[in-house]
């Protein structure tokens, strides 16, 4: 893959990125300092490590049902921001939200801890530009389809690419976000929101339980387990998504149906549609696909607070099926 080219380190440039910094509303410029792949590091590591701890604290008395509620209620809302709102919304322009809504959605994706949400949108926008091919910021494929290429593939598309110093321009990838000063702003507000999300479980626990004991293991399953859960489940469509699945519709990789991750990415795992119609709202289009994002974009419909939906058309999802191509040569 061809990396973004880099100004070389003379005197004159060493100011460029604080004005970088300002102008995309980042963390960094387009190239990843020493402290980011540390916190990166860190944010990825100690979750998951909770994770390996989550069967015998779990088995030792340490899960109530405050911690479940918690968990399930800050998954729901950062599992749905990243994929109504980084997804659907920001990065394919799939409805158009009214400013609150705009504003919720932006919150919710960045309590995901994913990065934010300019950055978050310029990577994926890659990623469908040159998607399992040169370019690809994480396909699976990228060492080739030998079993050793592919598994050594598979574990770049599902983490190992954060770690990549490059980093998608985002001015090339993302220009709308950065003329949008409400979503510059909420992207520049992403320290407070990473803290938020990892604090507030732990402050709102103390206070429901009013103990510390209670304050602890909700940090611990509604922050630490929740966080890494739902990392492992977004990356799981980068890498499982693109390696297995079902693909009942024509698109130009090799993304698939994975259905037991519908419900834990909230209808993302859908993919092979996905990458057939990226604007499409909805992505479990065929019976029996549950898709709770797209059930969110209806009622946002319904209250009246999106609009110009991009719903499924028949026709459109017709002669984008695998088999419609045997249809017409058959109906010739």
């Known amino acids: 893959?061809?990396?973004?080219?880099?100004?070389?380190?003379?005197?004159?440039?060493?100011?460029?990125?604080?004005?970088?910094?300002?102008?995309?509303?980042?963390?960094?410029g387009e190239q990843k300092k020493t402290w980011e792949q540390v916190a990166l590091a860190l944010f990825i590591g100690i979750p998951f490590l909770a994770v390996l701890?989550?069967?015998?604290?779990?088995?030792?008395?340490?899960?109530?049902?405050?911690?479940?509620?918690?968990?399930?209620?800050?998954?729901?809302?950062?599992?749905?921001?990243?994929?109504?709102?980084?997804?659907?919304?920001?990065?394919?322009?799939?409805?158009?939200?009214?400013?609150?809504?705009?504003?919720?959605?932006?919150?919710?994706?960045?309590?995901?801890?994913?990065?934010?949400?300019?950055?978050?949108?310029?990577?994926?926008?890659?990623?469908?530009?040159?998607?399992?091919?040169?370019?690809d910021p994480h396909s699976p494929w990228r060492y080739g389809d030998t079993l050793g290429a592919l598994s050594k593939g598979f574990i770049y598309?599902?983490?190992?690419?954060?770690f990549d110093t490059e980093q998608t321009p985002q001015r090339q990838y993302a220009p709308d976000l950065l003329r949008d000063k409400d979503i510059v702003k909420v992207s520049r507000l992403f320290p407070l929101l990473v803290a938020t999300s990892v604090l507030l479980?732990?402050?709102?626990?103390?206070?429901?339980?009013?103990?510390?004991e209670g304050a602890l293991?909700?940090?611990?399953?509604?922050?630490?387990?929740?966080?890494?859960?739902?990392?492992?489940?977004?990356?799981?469509?980068?890498?499982?998504?693109?390696?297995?699945?079902?693909?009942?519709?024509?698109?130009r990789d090799k993304s698939g149906n994975v259905w037991w991750l519908a419900i834990l990415s909230q209808g993302e795992s859908w993919h092979n549609l996905h990458h057939s119609d990226p604007t499409c709202?909805?992505?479990?289009?065929?019976?029996?696909?549950?898709?709770?994002?797209?059930?969110?974009?209806?009622?946002?419909?319904?209250?009246?607070?999106?609009?110009?939906?991009?719903w499924p058309v028949k026709e459109r999802l017709e002669a984008r099926r695998v088999d419609a191509s045997a249809r017409t040569l058959k109906a010739a």
């Not at 604290?57 to 921001?81: N, P, S």
């Not at 479980?201 to 510390?212: D, K, Q, V």
């Not at 739902?230 to 990356?235: D, I, P, R, Y």
């Open 53 to 135: 701890a989550a069967v015998p604290i779990a088995w030792g008395g340490f899960l109530g049902w405050h911690d479940v509620v918690l968990a399930v209620v800050f998954y729901t809302i950062a599992g749905h921001g990243i994929s109504i709102g980084f997804h659907r919304l920001f990065t394919h322009k799939s409805f158009k939200p009214n400013r609150p809504l705009k504003y919720a959605l932006a919150i919710a994706g960045s309590l995901a801890i994913e990065g934010p949400v300019v950055r978050w949108v310029a990577d994926h926008r890659k990623h469908h530009k040159f998607s399992d091919r040169e370019g």
């Open 1 to 28: 893959m061809t990396p973004p080219a880099v100004a070389a380190p003379d005197a004159p440039t060493r100011t460029a990125p604080a004005v970088e910094d300002v102008d995309t509303g980042t963390l960094g």
């Open 281 to 310: 709202a909805r992505h479990g289009v065929l019976k029996g696909q549950l898709d709770t994002s797209a059930r969110c974009i209806w009622f946002f419909e319904k209250m009246g607070w999106a609009s110009d939906i991009r």
């Open 157 to 162: 598309a599902h983490v190992g690419w954060l």
């Open 217 to 251: 293991t909700a940090f611990f399953w509604a922050s630490l387990v929740r966080i890494a859960l739902l990392h492992h489940v977004t990356w799981s469509i980068n890498s499982i998504c693109h390696t297995i699945g079902d693909r009942p519709f024509k698109s």
């Open 201 to 212: 479980p732990a402050i709102i626990g103390g206070l429901w339980s009013w103990s510390i």
